[in-house]
């Protein structure tokens, strides 16, 4: 240990170092870099054919992408933002992470155990300091050792399994614990993250691990109190729920129980958070046994780790706190400028994922999944979290692979009978927990579960799991469901009916695509953007000719799936097709931005600017996820926005005479801008992505 601290410590003054002469001021320099390559960008569309600028341009653009990509590993690293993988470069996402984590990480003030309010730094770590002593129980005397007679009362772990759970851990163990850290989480003490550990594994990983072995050999042991009987910090009770019988000697009993145990471990249960619930008791019995105990009187629906407990069948009216907190998330991201694409990232990675801890648990109502669906159907329509009328695109398609022409949304309603496969594996394999010995003590008994019906009187939480059992059967072969291990994943594929894949789905979800671009041209795919034209107007056109004529691409295609088609089609390099469909995208998008520029700012569009924008826009978004393995023809080609096309922008009007993408003069245009747009660049992306 003491070698490797010493090691890392005469590191230190070399990373900081390169970090100073290098990284300072990694945003100034992306800017600085970013403005280099624009003017570079500028001339060479004034001198296409100057070598010497083509050159230049390309040794800027490669710049200008390892600094962008530096900038934005800084700020996720910086934002501690891990589901920020997918979606847009959005800078703003990660200025608003940082500002909220140091909004988080500060104490400005806190009540001491005095009651008094403090607000000077050194008070406030003082509090802290005193109230996490009290409660670890440092101030207790004389704390009794755990009763051997007691602990062989309950179940007991066999010899084999304590050598298991005493062995050394192997350096293979060391390895897979320290790689499943997050590289953008907080560095410990001694200053470095999981990324430098795994990053240099190879220099660093044999002293890495024969240190953290040596720690946990020294530093970690049994209790000193429960040395004796082999009990490490695991063993501790958490939130636990106790029954006894209602009468105020059977509560009595088991005070005195808890009372062995404050004595034994000096843990003290906390009075404001524990509370009794009664069921057949007279009012004088129930209070003796508050005064006695010095609990909270509550009743049911009460909430055990986070879900409700309740002995009825439960409502909607108790699952209010899981819309609230999607409601509460949303609330956050409502004032960001996010994308279409970036709110598709939260719904996938953050809102569909609130639901699954209760989903596991119980069958959430059906009210309750309708709203919870209709709070992220708004989110991603509108950004907030309340929507009049349907979404562009119904849930239901949403919810379709994107290889059957969807999003790849969660289907709550099928992912919540999925996870409840899991309680039928584990009645069918008998596993060995309370919930299920339970229920075979009382209710299967000897019976056949697969055979098994329920009786009338039973609980309507148990009816319920008996028909999805009877699903199970109807679905899959139950006897191979028992004998492999069951995987919510599994059963979701099961559930989710399938259905026709479509062909685009390569072209319009490709990696090297922007993914705000890929999004606009599957809604124009879908033929819903709010438009009338569909991207048939002469601007389009205009548009599409002049990327045809940057790609040297020769095609008379005219819709945006055939042009698609045509790329699938192409008997290229899968590389050279994506760049094509790369173009394809942009081009939709930025048709779509240039009419709501001219509906909203009254900002007329201009071909030879849209086109020298999109190639912009192509070449950084190619080079910022080059793959490592490119052919040289595919790397050398004039038109992959490595360099530019030796064909000039042939310069047009403004704009036709009809308005891109108009509506009939006497329609109002509605007040969605992104609407209003889209529809217009698809068709128009559509002819270009053609060849």
Not at 97 to 116: F, H, W
């Amino acid at each position: 240990m003491y070698q490797l601290v010493t090691k890392l410590k005469r590191l230190k003054p070399v990373l900081a170092a390169i970090n100073k002469s290098g990284f300072a001021d990694i945003q100034g320099e992306e800017m600085r870099v970013k403005e280099l390559m624009t003017e570079c960008q500028r001339r060479l569309s004034l001198d296409p054919l100057n070598e010497t600028l083509m050159q230049q341009e390309k040794g800027v653009r490669e710049q200008y992408a390892e600094k962008h990509k530096a900038l934005i590993s800084f700020l996720q690293q910086k934002s501690k933002a891990i589901w920020i993988k997918n979606g847009d470069s959005n800078t703003s996402v990660f200025h608003s992470s940082i500002k909220d984590r140091s909004r988080q990480n500060r104490i400005l003030s806190i009540v001491n155990a005095q009651g008094e309010r403090v607000d000077e730094q050194e008070k406030i770590t003082q509090a802290f300091l005193d109230y996490y002593k009290e409660l670890l129980g440092t101030s207790m005397i004389g704390r009794k050792r755990v009763k051997n007679s007691v602990m062989k009362e309950g179940p007991l772990i066999t010899p084999t399994q304590a050598a298991t759970l005493m062995a050394d851990f192997s350096n293979e163990e060391i390895k897979e614990a320290m790689f499943s850290i997050p590289g953008v989480k907080s560095p410990g003490p001694d200053g470095y993250g999981s990324y430098f550990f795994q990053d240099n594994w190879d220099l660093v990983g044999g002293e890495t691990c024969e240190a953290i072995a040596s720690f946990l050999k020294s530093e970690f042991g049994y209790h000193e109190r429960s040395a004796e009987m082999k009990l490490n910090h695991l063993s501790f009770a958490d939130d636990v729920l106790l029954f006894c019988r209602g009468d105020f000697k059977s509560v009595y009993l088991l005070m005195q129980g808890l009372k062995l145990f404050t004595n034994t471990s000096g843990l003290t249960p906390n009075k404001g958070k524990s509370a009794v619930f009664f069921s057949g008791m007279e009012e004088n019995e129930i209070k003796r046994v508050l005064d006695m105990t010095g609990f909270l009187r509550q009743d049911a629906p009460f909430k055990y780790l986070g879900v409700p407990i309740c002995a009825r069948r439960i409502a909607a009216s108790d699952c209010v706190t899981l819309a609230q907190k999607i409601t509460k998330r949303i609330q956050v991201w409502a004032t960001r400028n996010l994308s279409y694409a970036g709110r598709l990232v939260l719904v996938n990675s953050v809102l569909s994922t609130i639901h699954m801890y209760w989903s596991q648990i119980m069958v959430l109502p059906k009210k309750v999944i309708k709203e919870i669906e209709g709070i992220c159907r708004s989110f991603l329509w509108t950004g907030k979290s309340l929507m009049e009328g349907a979404g562009a695109v119904g849930w239901e398609k949403l919810c379709y692979p994107k290889k059957e022409g969807g999003l790849g949304l969660l289907n709550i309603a099928q992912w919540n009978i999925a996870a409840m496969f899991k309680h039928i594996w584990a009645v069918a394999n008998k596993k060995d927990n309370l919930w299920v010995k339970w229920v075979h003590c009382v209710y299967i008994k000897n019976h056949n579960w697969w055979e098994y019906k329920a009786p009338q009187g039973s609980s309507w939480y148990w009816r319920k799991l008996v028909s999805i059992k009877d699903l199970v059967k109807q679905s899959l072969n139950h006897e191979e469901f028992s004998n492999e291990e069951y995987k919510i994943a599994k059963g979701y594929r099961v559930l989710v009916q399938e259905h026709e894949k479509v062909d685009w789905c390569n072209e319009v979800w490709a990696r090297i695509n922007t993914p705000k671009h890929s999004f606009l041209t599957w809604l124009a795919i879908q033929q819903r953007l709010k438009t009338r034209d569909r991207l048939r107007c002469e601007f389009s056109q205009h548009c599409l000719v002049q990327v045809k004529k940057w790609l040297q691409w020769r095609t008379q295609a005219d819709t945006l799936q055939a042009v698609l088609k045509t790329v699938r089609k192409a008997k290229q390099t899968k590389f050279r097709k994506n760049v094509k469909a790369s173009s394809i995208a942009a081009l939709v998008y930025l048709i779509w931005k240039a009419r709501n520029e001219l509906i909203w700012q009254k900002k007329v569009p201009k071909v030879e600017d849209l086109v020298q924008r999109l190639q912009q826009v192509v070449k950084n978004r190619t080079m910022l996820v080059l793959p490592q393995k490119v052919k040289i023809k595919d790397r050398d080609c004039s038109f992959l926005a490595f360099q530019m096309d030796q064909a000039t922008i042939e310069p047009s009007s403004t704009i036709p005479t009809r308005p891109l993408c108009s509506r009939d003069s006497n329609q109002r245009e509605k007040s969605d801008p992104t609407a209003a747009v889209a529809v217009h660049t698809a068709a128009r992306f559509q002819q270009l992505c053609a060849n």
